[in-house]
Each structure stands twice: as C-alpha cells, then as structure tokens.
C-alpha cells in the first residue's frame, strides 16, 4: 500500500463501508480550496513526474521487464521517453496553454472582451490498461495536471509490478492532498466508479469502455474513451516485400504484439502473399534470431489466460511461419496464418498477440470495402509505392489515426491528436491535445457596466424597432 494509495483490505471486508469516501472526499477539497489552479502549482507536480522518470529509470525498465519481459531499449522508447517528452512540452508550453484564448468578435460586441478561459473540470479518474502500464498512466497524467485538476488513477491490476510503483513511489513525487492511487480489478474499479467524478479518462478494451461509460452517464460525466479493434494493414503489389515485411513484422511483434495500434492482419493479392511470407520470415528471424524465444527483444504475454486466448487462434488457417507455444514461459512465437476464414476467431476480435492473419483481396476497392464493412478501426496502414493507393486508401475509409508505408511513428509526435473513432474511442489526447482535452473550454463575454444607450434596441417593445434603428 502506497501512501497516496487506496487499497485497504480491511476497510473492503467491513460491511457498509466505502474505502473511496474519505480519498475522493480530500481530493475535492483540495480542489475546492483552488490550489491546483495556479501555474505555479501545475509545474510544480510536471517537475515532480519529470523527476520521478528520471529518478527511477531502472527501477522503471526493471519493472517492465518483470511484467512483460520488456527489453530496456524498449521500454525507454515506447514508454519512458514519450513521458518525458510529454512532460517537458507540458512544462515548456503551460504558460501559453493556460491564456486566455481571443477569439473574433461581432458588430454588437466589438467594444466588449471575448475570450475562451480554460479551466480545470475538477476530480479526474484515470483508467489504465496493462500493455503500456507506465505510458498510459503517466501520458494523461501529465494532461490532467497541466490543466490544474486532482487526479485519481486506477492502474490496471494485471501489469502488477507497475501498479505497485505506481501506488508506491509516483505519489511520493505529488501533492497528495490532490493525488491519489487507487488498486483494484473490475469488482472494485465497479465500485469506483459508482462515486462522481468531473472527468472519466478510459483506456481499454471496447467491452470495458461500454461498462464506464454506462457508470458515466449516471453522473453525466464527460469521458474519453480510448479503446482497440482490429487494425487493418493493406498491401498493395507495388511495394518491395522485403521493406514491408521489415515495418509489419516490427510493428506487430513489438511488445509480443501487445498494442492497440499494431497491424492487426494483412489485406494482399495472392501474389503479394506469395512475396510477403518468405520476407516476413527473413524480418522475423533477423529481429529475433532463430529461436525467437531465447531473444532478450521479445516480449511476453502478460498472463496465463491471454495466453490460452492466443494458443487457440493459432489454429485458425494455417501456419506458415511459427506458431509454438509455451505456457510455463507464456512464449507465443511470433506467427502468419494465411487460407484464414473471416468468420474463424482471429479475424473477429482484435488478437493482441504476436499473430498476423493475411486476407486475401484482389484489388485496392476489394480492400476498402473489407475494410468498410467493419468497425472503424483505431488504426489503419497501407503500402505502397503509389500515393494515389495511399491516398484512395486515406479518401475513402476512416480510422482513428493513419500510416502510409509505417506504423505507428505517429504516437512519437505529440503534434498529433491520439484517438479511436466509432468503436474505437473518442475524445483525443497527446501533447497540447490532453490540456484541451482535461480543460473546460468556458466561453466568456466581458461587456461595459456603461454604454446603455447602445444597448437599447435589444429591449421590447419592438413595435417600434423601426425608430430605434
Ligand atoms: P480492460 O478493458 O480489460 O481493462 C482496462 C482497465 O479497466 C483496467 O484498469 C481494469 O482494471 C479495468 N476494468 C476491467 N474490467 C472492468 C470492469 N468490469 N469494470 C470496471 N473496470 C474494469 O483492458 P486491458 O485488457 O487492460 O487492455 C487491453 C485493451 O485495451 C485492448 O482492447 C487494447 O486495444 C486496449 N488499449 C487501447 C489503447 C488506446 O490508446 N486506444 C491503448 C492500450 C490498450
């Protein structure tokens, strides 16, 4: 138990108590008292999660490591980095987020000031999944404090390392008075979320996003809602296998395919299936040597009943590269399927495992309307060495975020909105994105107490409107 932690078993066990009153109750006293809402104490807690990274980086990769045999390159790129990074734009650029915002005026309202003030929402709650513990966290962290809001984060319960540094040592590093963490799987997450909040920030499966958003509704509370699906990957024939199958095999494979934007299955023409397979298995070995499980940069899956989930779908189709297993290791190696059926398991929900599917298409449109017919995804790829492919491809469907011949470099710009669309998610988030996101947009007129005279056509009656004007 942490010290800015909820998790005490006691209190659970006791009938008729709440163990979130008393923590959630100092959290909007807190908030009441306006503390938050100075810069000077938004970039005091940005500097407290700066050091905290930087002060802990071991001990940080060590933990990845632990809950999915993250390799410390990997952890630093995809998870420590982007924090950091966050936090320093977010300490740079709070002054120039937090101003009041102009904005153009009318004939009637030219003499007054028009301005958009934002504002923080007040108690946030933060939910996170297992995939990125740390990243997931600490990103929409750095959105809500920037934006001056107290913060509940409720880490998932399945990264347990993370979680336990998270409720552990981060608080150390806040203002706990308006910060806390809070432990717990669905049952007490359940409970959580029957309390009020003034902001719910989700990231998870879509099943999960129904279940809080149902609870946000109560409340009628504002949620962001960042979930997975399947994200398809197009090949055109006029690209170079080999250089595709370097960017996919990379992309799905990293963190044992445990990421919601990875290339969920491939869409290509029998004759691109027949180039790709050989160049993927030449990527695969490369990255991983060959025996794949002995390599230091292959991840794990996170636990014994994701790992059962993806030893079924090897038996879909059939295997062409890969397709062992160990449970005492919860290896799963990385594998194609191809003369897979749409309607068997791994081409209805989203793998999250180091599995690729090839689906054959015989043309660009076939690809499209495939794609059409499903979900919008939260991420859609193509290659190609034709723009017009990558732009039809762009045109003519949609999804959360876009590559063409990439994956997803996109998360490393915080430039760029992250969010689902559809059954993906909504709301977005990243960089100067999670201020606006954590951020009330108050639209705010400041008129004269004088000039009545100019006022006065507004007044009934207006039978004589004519002699006013
Ligand atoms: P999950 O939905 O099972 O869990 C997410 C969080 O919700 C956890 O903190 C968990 O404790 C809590 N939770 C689980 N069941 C609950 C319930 N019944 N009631 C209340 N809370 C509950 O997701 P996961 O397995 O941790 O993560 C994998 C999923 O997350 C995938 O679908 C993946 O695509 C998605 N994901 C999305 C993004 C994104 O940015 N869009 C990023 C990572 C993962």
């Not at 160049?279 to 991840?299: C, E, H, M, V």
Request: charged share 20%; proline share 6%.
């Amino acid at each position: 138990k942490g010290p800015g932690s909820v998790n005490d078993p006691e209190l659970e066990s006791t009938p008729g108590m709440d163990p979130f009153t008393d923590t959630l109750q100092r959290l909007r006293e807190a908030f009441s008292s306006g503390r938050t809402r100075s810069a000077e104490f938004r970039a005091a807690q940005l500097n407290g999660l700066s050091r905290f990274l930087r002060e802990n980086k071991q001990l940080l990769q060590e933990t990845l490591a632990r809950d999915l045999h993250k390799a410390a390159f990997h952890s630093d790129i995809s998870e420590l980095i982007i924090c950091q990074n966050e936090v320093d734009l977010a300490l740079r650029s709070l002054h120039t987020w937090m101003k009041d915002e102009p904005v153009a005026k009318n004939l009637v309202t030219q003499l007054d000031s028009a301005f958009i003030r934002k504002e923080p929402f007040g108690l946030v709650l933060i939910l996170t999944p297992w995939n990125y513990p740390l990243n997931l966290s600490l990103v929409p962290l750095v959105g809500a404090l920037a934006a001056g809001n107290c913060v509940v984060l409720k880490p998932s319960e399945m990264s347990k390392c993370a979680e336990r540094v998270l409720a552990e040592v981060l608080p150390r590093y806040l203002d706990q008075s308006c910060f806390a963490v809070v432990l717990g799987g669905p049952e007490k997450t359940g409970k959580l979320l029957e309390h009020e909040f003034d902001y719910i920030f989700f990231t998870g499966s879509p099943r999960v996003g129904k279940i809080v958003m149902a609870a946000a509704a109560k409340h009628l509370t504002p949620v962001t809602l960042e979930l997975g699906g399947k994200n398809p990957c197009y090949v055109d024939d006029n690209c170079d296998p080999q250089t595709v199958a370097n960017r996919v095999a990379f992309f799905r494979c990293f963190n044992a395919g445990q990421t919601c934007v990875a290339p969920d299955y491939v869409l290509c023409s029998p004759e691109m299936q027949a180039r790709l397979v050989p160049a993927l298995q030449s990527a695969i070995t490369r990255f991983y040597g060959d025996d794949p499980q002995s390599s230091p940069d292959l991840g794990r899956i996170i636990n014994e009943k994701h790992f059962q989930r993806l030893r079924d779908l090897l038996s879909c189709g059939r295997v062409v590269i890969g397709g062992q297993s160990d449970e005492s290791d919860l290896y799963i190696a990385p594998t194609v399927l191809v003369d897979v059926q749409e309607t068997e398991p791994v081409m209805q929900e989203e793998i999250f495992g180091p599995i690729l599917p090839i689906v054959n298409v015989r043309s660009l449109g076939q690809a499209i309307d495939f794609i059409n017919r499903r979900e919008k995804p939260l991420a859609l790829y193509v290659f190609s060495k034709s723009s017009q492919v990558v732009n039809q491809m762009l045109d003519r469907t949609s999804s959360g975020n876009f590559a063409g011949n990439e994956g997803f470099t996109y998360l490393t710009l915080t430039s760029l909105p992250f969010s689902g669309v559809g059954k993906s998610g909504m709301g977005r988030y990243h960089g100067k994105f999670s201020f606006d996101t954590f951020s009330h947009h108050r639209a705010c007129l400041l008129s004269h107490s004088g000039l009545e005279m100019l006022k006065n056509i507004r007044y009934p009656p207006y039978s004589d409107c004519r002699q006013k004007l």
